[in-house]
């Protein structure tokens, strides 16, 4: 397993199996404003999402609502919820935007829906075991409709074997404290940063594989499971930035799957 908690780090903002704090949700939101969560991450996720106009969505696992209130501004959904364990994060979300349906839900029980897209960044790296994770692949299928399309993104977990400089993507707002060993429920830890490079929050997550994901997310009721690469958004300005960015391409943060609700 990972080393213990570094000695100095503010344990109001270490936070396991995705159990937020007041204080580690205010980290959450700050350490959405670096570059790569924009460049990257959103990039990524909206490109696979494609336009939702006409259609329902639901972001489980929401947070303070980064992700959700793209999918109504950017993706153009007709109806929008978001869907979060931590109430701390919630009220964030509420007063970011009270437009957004936000509700306070786990989704290792959650009610079901009748969304034409489920999108779910960084939940499913939350489960401390196989168990927690059918659970979790479950709670994504119930608020999805027959047809429906699920989008949802995990910690790579190539990068839980690596073995080089722990600090090689803090420029990106991010390092790992990686685990003695690759195996099933271990943990990794993440320390999340500002775009000050100040410490934001520190975050558990938990190891499964690639093929693992996908026999979960396919007994769970979803079909064509597809695993996708993160990709880099084009500069507004048209200037070529990309070797900045060639490090965390080298070895990718995150991969994201999609998939069809039967």
């Not at 009610?111 to 960044?121: E, K």
């Not at 075991?129 to 989008?151: H, T, W």
């Not at 600090?167 to 940063?193: C, Q, T, W």
């Not at 993160?230 to 999609?258: R, V």
């Amino acid at each position: 397993m990972c080393e213990e908690v570094t000695k100095g780090t503010d344990i109001a903002k270490h936070v396991a199996a995705g159990e937020y704090g007041k204080e580690s949700a205010l980290g959450y939101r700050n350490a959405k404003k670096v570059a790569f969560r924009d460049r990257v991450e959103m990039f990524t996720t909206l490109q696979l999402v494609g336009d939702l106009t006409g259609k329902r969505a639901v972001d489980v696992a929401c947070g303070t609502g980064w992700l959700t209130k793209a999918l109504k501004r950017k993706a153009n959904a007709s109806y929008v919820m978001g869907t979060d364990l931590s109430g701390e994060m919630i009220a964030l979300a509420k007063t970011d935007d009270p437009t957004i349906d936000y509700i306070i839900e786990d989704s290792r029980s959650a009610s079901p829906g009748d969304f034409d897209l489920v999108v779910s960044n960084w939940l499913l790296v939350n489960a401390r075991n196989r168990a927690e994770l059918q659970s979790m692949c479950k709670g994504l299928a119930v608020k999805a409709k027959s047809g429906g399309k699920l989008v949802t993104l995990v910690t790579n977990p190539d990068i839980y074997g690596y073995r080089g400089d722990p600090h090689f993507m803090k420029k990106y707002g991010f390092e790992f404290v990686f685990p003695e060993s690759v195996a099933e429920g271990n943990s990794i830890l993440i320390r999340a940063f500002t775009p000050e490079g100040k410490f934001a929050l520190e975050v558990e997550n938990y190891y499964f594989s690639k093929e693992t994901y996908v026999k979960e997310l396919e007994a769970a009721g979803f079909y064509d499971v597809t695993l996708h690469n993160a990709q880099l958004s084009p500069l507004p300005s048209g200037e070529d930035d990309s070797e900045f960015w060639n490090d965390l391409f080298s070895c990718p943060a995150f991969i994201i799957f999609t998939a069809t609700k039967e």
